[in-house]
């Protein structure tokens, strides 16, 4: 009988990994996109020309069929430049990855009202990806569940994978 419970021990310890593999490799795919987009934003410290004329010129908001300039352009570019970067770090990190997620998602809104046409190659999956990552967290390779305590216990029913046809635990 002692066999059984620590196989079903091993069992319960191992069950949780699969998910938080899925869960990485979903932080990585989301994170990948947005970063290198963030890295053509820079130059040296500062935002690029490049992408303050972007948002002061070029990028309009598609919104009930009119366009509408970028309200605060360089500000707009700055807060894309920083959010571009800093986001998807703390992604892949998994770290406050929900609210990474969330920010990702806010962006990925305002780029649909900006790029409309690009909605099923792009901004689709990456809502999706990141509605995901809100959802059932970054699992358990992450930095989340290493410093945030309180967080591992609160999300564990939804980072916790159980197997239907897993014998019940005792």
């Not at 591992?152 to 029913?157: E, G, M, N």
């Amino acid at each position: 009988m002692r066999i059984l419970d620590i196989r079903d021990g091993i069992v319960a310890r191992l069950a949780g990994w699969p998910f938080s593999v899925a869960a990485l490799l979903l932080r990585i795919a989301l994170a990948v996109p947005f970063f290198r987009s963030g890295l053509t934003k820079w130059d040296g410290l500062s935002v690029s020309a490049g992408a303050r004329y972007l948002f002061s010129n070029e990028f309009k908001l598609h919104i009930f069929g009119n366009l509408y300039p970028y309200p605060f352009p360089n500000l707009m570019a700055a807060m894309a430049a920083v959010g571009e970067i800093v986001l998807p770090v703390l992604l892949v990190l998994g770290l406050l990855t929900r609210l990474s997620a969330l920010g990702i998602l806010a962006m990925t809104v305002i780029i649909q009202l900006t790029l409309p046409d690009a909605w099923a190659n792009f901004h689709l999956p990456w809502a999706a990806m990141s509605a995901a990552l809100i959802v059932i967290g970054p699992g358990r390779i992450s930095l989340d569940e290493l410093v945030i305590p309180w967080l591992r216990t609160s999300s564990k029913s939804s980072t916790q994978y159980t197997d239907p046809a897993a014998p019940p635990t005792r």
